[in-house]
């Protein structure tokens, strides 16, 4: 799964040093998933991801930029951790990138692993980004999305996303027209407590082992 922004939209601010786990199944793969905020540290493998999922993928110096001007609170990082207690850090199977602009957080990069995609992590992304862009003061989100990524489109509005309007030829690499969605609502209370229900419920269907 991997959608596509543009960069530059704003400086954000920074928000809490937010985490988030869940457990993986017995079948397939053991251990867990931990959302965290991007480091430096982790930019190579990042990239890595990001080659592997766009046409026309950021560098991996835009990623140091954007965390040295101090954006480390809007880039986030799902690991798989084992449980094994292995050397290091636990492999980074997906991430996301949004700017905060007042109360509009925009989305410019989701991706996930390719080993990993069509397993739901997607969806457990999109939804601990919510929760914790709402708890920088976002009240709705925005994106774009390509004309032809219907899967994406398909889990974007299944989780309330709407489409505000459509840029003719918004991609240049491909000439193809863009989507822009919004998700608004965000700073009720009663959605973000809609949010977290389906944030627990959400089972993530990993790799076999």
Known sequence: MAFMGRPGFGRGRPGPRHSNRIPLPPEGEPGFLVFESMTPADVNEVAEIEEASFPTPYTPQIFRD????????????VRHDDGRGGRGPAPIVAYIGYYLQRDRAHIAKIATHPGWRRRRLGEWLLLNTLLVAREQGAAYVSLEVRESNTAAQRLYFKWGFVQLRRFRGYYEDTGED????????????????????????????????
């Open 66 to 77: 954007e965390l040295r001007e101090g954006w480390p609170a809007c880039w986030w990082v």
């Open 178 to 209: 863009g989507l822009i969605l919004v998700f608004t609502g965000l700073a009720d209370r009663r959605t973000a407590s809609r949010l977290r229900q389906e944030l627990a419920g959400v089972e993530i269907v990993p790799p076999a082992g």
